[in-house]
C-alpha cells in the first residue's frame, strides 16, 4: 500500500474550489490543515493506536476546559449532551434558565427526559443573572440548574462565574448541580470548570474549536459523577459512568469518530501553541472591532450592555435592510454570515468571529459589506 498520501498529507480527492467562507455561529469555518488531518488511515478503535490518539487529546482537551476533573468525549452533537446533563445529573427537580432559543431547546430537553423542571423566562437579548436563579432556588426543591454560557441565537454571554458563587453560597448549594451549555463560547470565550465549581460543561467540535461537526465533549465534576450513580434510567449511549469507565482506559464505549479524533488532536496542539489567553484576547478584539462597525453602520446591538459574546455578535436590524441580499452579494465574494435565528430570523442578523478566523478576515469581510452598503 503506498503510504505516500498520508505521510504528505495530501487528499486523495480534491477539496471543491467553491469556498464560500463561513462568518456563521457554526459550523464555522476550518483551515486546510484540520481538514487535512481527517485524512490519516484508519485505525480500528480498539487498537492501541487509538488509545494513544485519545491519550494525546485528553490532557490538552482538559487544558481548554481548565479542569483536572473528567473529560469526556463523544460521537454526536452539543444537543446528545445535553440529554446527558439531564439523565445523569436530575433527580428532583431542574431550574432551567431561558435566555434565547438555545437555552429554551436544553429546557425541552430536560422536560423530554422526563424530569421535573421550572422554566426562569428571561427576555431574549439580556443574560441570566445570579439574583433571578437565587430568588428561584430559594424554595430548596431544586437539586440542578440548567444555563447556557454563550447563547448563540443572541450573541449573549451570561456571568457563569457569579451565578455559580451565588448557588454554592446557598444552604443547599453544594447539592445543586449546575449544569453548564458552553456550544459556542467553550475554547473562545473564558469557562473555568474547576476554578469556578461548575457540574457539567459541555461543548461541540464546530464552533470556537473550528473543527467540522460531528464531536461533543463535556467535563464532569467528581460530584456529578457522584450524583449520577445515585439516578437510576441515565440511558445507554450518555451513560457518564460507562463513559467514564472507558475513558479512564483511552477508550469509548461506542465507536468515536476516528478521523475527527485526528482533527482534535492536530487543533488542541494548535490552540496550545496560540495559547488560550492569547486566543480568547483574539476573540474579544475581533468582538470589539466587529461591535464598533456595526455601530459605524447604524445598527443597534441586540444584546444587553456588557454581555455582548466573545464569538457572535448579533445585530438589531433596526435599519430594516434585506439580510438575504446583503448574503447573496457577500456570497459573490466568497463569504456569507447569518440571519438571525428562530423568531429573530429577518429582526436580527448575527457574525461570528470565532474559532480560528484572524483579524484581517473580519476587515475583509467588512470591507465586502460596505460595499453592499454603499
Known amino acids: 500500500m503506498n503510504t505516500s498520501k498520508q505521510n504528505s498529507g495530501e487528499h486523495s480527492s480534491p477539496r471543491s474550489d467553491k469556498h464560500i467562507k463561513l462568518f456563521i455561529p457554526g459550523p464555522s469555518e476550518v483551515r486546510a490543515e484540520i481538514l487535512d488531518a481527517q485524512a490519516n488511515w484508519m485505525i480500528g478503535h480498539r487498537m492501541p493506536e487509538c488509545a494513544d490518539l485519545v491519550g494525546s487529546i485528553l490532557p490538552k482537551l482538559s487544558q481548554v476546559f481548565y479542569t483536572k476533573q473528567t473529560v469526556l468525549i463523544t460521537a454526536s452533537s452539543g444537543t446528545g449532551l445535553w440529554e446527558a446533563a439531564a439523565r445523569n445529573c436530575i433527580a428532583k427537580k431542574a431550574l432551567t434558565c431561558d435566555n434565547g432559543a438555545f437555552a429554551s431547546r436544553f429546557s425541552d430537553v430536560v422536560g423530554l427526559n422526563g424530569k421535573e423542571m421550572e422554566v426562569l423566562s428571561v427576555p431574549w437579548g439580556q ?33 457563569i462565574k457569579e451565578i455559580a458563587q451565588a448557588i454554592r453560597a446557598l444552604p443547599n448549594g453544594q447539592d445543586i448541580m449546575i449544569l453548564v451549555d458552553s456550544v459556542s463560547g467553550l475554547a473562545g470565550a473564558r469557562i473555568e470548570m474547576d476554578a469556578w465549581d461548575l457540574d457539567v460543561v459541555l461543548a461541540s467540535s464546530q464552533k470556537a474549536f473550528a473543527l467540522p461537526p460531528g464531536l461533543a465533549f463535556c467535563a464532569v465534576s467528581d460530584r456529578a459523577m457522584a450524583k449520577a450513580r445515585t439516578v437510576p434510567a441515565r440511558g445507554y449511549y450518555f451513560d457518564f459512568i460507562s463513559l467514564a469507565k472507558s475513558i479512564a482506559k483511552n477508550q469509548t464505549p461506542a465507536t468515536p469518530a476516528v478521523s475527527l479524533l485526528y482533527a482534535l488532536d492536530r487543533q488542541l496542539d494548535d490552540i496550545m ?14 468582538r470589539d472591532r466587529t461591535l464598533e462597525w456595526l455601530r459605524g453602520k447604524g445598527f443597534e446591538i441586540f ?49 461570528a468571529h470565532m474559532g480560528d478566523t484572524q483579524m484581517n478576515e473580519m476587515e475583509e469581510l467588512f470591507t465586502a459589506m460596505d460595499g453592499f452598503f454603499a
Do not use: W
Open 303 to 351: 444584546a444587553a450592555a456588557g454581555y455582548e459574546s466573545p464569538t457572535v455578535s448579533c445585530a438589531a436590524n433596526n435599519l430594516d435592510i434585506d439580510i438575504s441580499a446583503l448574503n447573496k452579494y457577500l456570497r459573490g465574494h466568497g463569504m456569507i454570515i447569518s440571519n438571525g435565528y428562530g423568531d429573530l430570523k429577518g429582526k436580527t442578523f448575527r457574525i
Open 127 to 159: 443574560p441570566v443573572l445570579p439574583e433571578q436563579v437565587i430568588e428561584r432556588l430559594a424554595t430548596g426543591e431544586f437539586d440542578a440548574v440548567t444555563l447556557v454560557h454563550n447563547e448563540t441565537s443572541t450573541g449573549v454571554t451570561s456571568p
Open 273 to 286: 501553541a496560540e495559547g488560550l489567553d492569547n486566543r480568547f484576547a483574539r476573540h474579544l478584539a475581533m
